[in-house]
Nanobody
């Protein structure tokens, strides 16, 4: 049974930083794409970042809205994935989810939430102005 657990969410002021963590049991991140997603109230879930921890380092993609501010990374020894979020803005406020096992092996679709099989419970990020 695969379980993903996110942590690290919280409340910060605009311009601040947070680092989200995602750990998995019953699954190894290096085997496939994993992604970070977010969902704000009244909005659809969107892909923030995705990459393949065990693949080519260029198998990495960010949403335009977070490029240059968010960085995805991993620790294969600990089987953990991180999302470092800097220069946070109020519009980054959302529940953030990690997801694993993308059914498409095409980088172009790795930020599509409909392609992912396993999801964490989410962690709230609130950015105040």
């Amino acid at each position: 049974q695969v379980q993903l657990v996110e942590s690290g969410g919280g409340s910060v002021q605009a311009g601040g930083s947070l680092r989200l963590s995602c750990t998995a049991s019953g699954y190894t991140f290096i085997s496939n794409y994993m992604g970070w997603f977010r969902q704000a109230p009244g909005k659809e879930r969107e892909g923030v970042a995705a990459f393949w921890p065990g693949g080519n380092p260029y198998y990495l993609t960010y949403a335009d809205s977070v490029k240059g501010r968010f960085t995805i990374s991993h620790d294969n020894a600990k089987n953990m994935v991180y999302l470092q979020m800097n220069s946070l803005k109020p519009e980054d406020t959302a529940i953030y989810y990690c997801a694993a096992y993308c059914r498409s092996m095409d980088l172009r679709y790795s930020r599509d939430p409909s392609n992912y099989s396993y999801w964490g419970q989410g962690t709230q990020v609130t950015v105040s102005s």
